[in-house]
């Protein structure tokens, strides 16, 4: 046990000093002072023996489980509907995607940074935000929750009702190619990712502090709006742990054709967000205020 509690906001237990994810990065120095923080390392083999680093996997987990249900759950109700003028329609769609991921970084931001996103996790490592541990049991963690939360949406839908309407599951709509899918899902999975890195940047929020920055409102937002503007193309994946939820609890060839978009994509797009954030935002000069 440790001796003491271990800061997690970032996802890299031991290094408290380093650059919080979520949250905690906006009362970090008080928007008065600036200290660059180091990158996490590769392999942390300390952090298998953290109780803290097993606590975010389990609220990665718990996180991507709830997002699956309320948003999969939704889908089923919009499709279900004789008309969309009788349900939420797909604006309700999308305010269910981001109005959850809002809720739930802010729930977890503190325990886990509150990824709740293979993508979100994989640009943020390649930023050396948080170990090469850390990423995979993340990883691991979200796309266990989301085939539960997703299996939980089945179960109540009923297998036969849950497979007429596709079961949630992301695939390129008709009318669009592969290309366009594969584009989609990289713009707005780099939506997403970008807004993460401007959101929790304690550099800028150190820098611009007279901006108040809530970092899951943005990040919510950009999630909805992806959502408004690609849900009719792919059904807006931008997260491989929703996609791969869904895809094996609905198990047809609908949802496993086009899969790999919906990897290689979010992927691409996050790698894409990384970079740039790297290359062009954190090269803005600091001036303490």
Not at 55 to 63: L, M, Q, S
Not at 69 to 77: A, D, S
Request: charged share 15%; net charge positive.
């Amino acid at each position: 046990m440790e001796g003491k509690e271990q800061d997690v906001s970032l996802g890299a237990n031991k290094f408290s000093e380093r650059q919080p994810i979520g949250t905690a990065a906006q009362s970090q120095d008080d928007g008065k002072d600036y200290q660059e923080p180091p990158p996490a390392p590769l392999f942390e083999p300390s952090e298998l023996t953290s109780w803290s680093f097993y606590r975010a996997g389990i609220a990665e987990f718990v996180a991507t489980f709830l997002f699956l249900y309320i948003t999969i759950l939704t889908v089923m109700g919009v499709l279900r509907s004789p008309s969309k003028c009788q349900s939420v329609g797909i604006q309700g769609i999308a305010w269910a995607f981001g109005g959850m991921i809002f809720a739930l970084v802010y729930c977890t931001a503190g325990i886990s940074g509150g990824h709740i996103n293979p993508a979100v996790t994989f640009g943020l490592f390649l930023a050396r935000k948080l170990s090469l541990t850390r990423a995979l049991f993340y990883i691991v963690m979200q796309v266990l929750g989301a085939i539960a939360g997703a299996g939980v949406v089945k179960g109540f839908e009923g297998k036969t009702r849950y497979g007429a309407l596709n079961g949630g599951a992301n695939f390129v709509a008709k009318g669009y190619t592969k290309g366009d899918g594969l584009g989609a899902e990289i713009v707005g999975t780099f939506i997403l990712v970008y807004t993460v890195f401007s959101a929790t940047d304690a550099k800028r929020s150190a820098r611009d502090s007279h901006v108040p920055i809530l970092a899951p409102l943005p990040i919510g937002f950009a999630v909805f709006l992806v959502h408004l503007a690609t849900i009719p193309i792919t059904g807006t994946g931008i997260n491989p742990a929703r996609s791969l939820g869904a895809a094996i609890i609905f198990n047809k060839d609908l949802g496993w054709d086009d899969h790999w978009i919906f990897w290689v994509g979010p992927f691409i797009g996050a790698a894409l967000a990384a970079l740039y954030h790297q290359v062009v935002i954190r090269a803005i000069p600091f001036k303490s205020k």
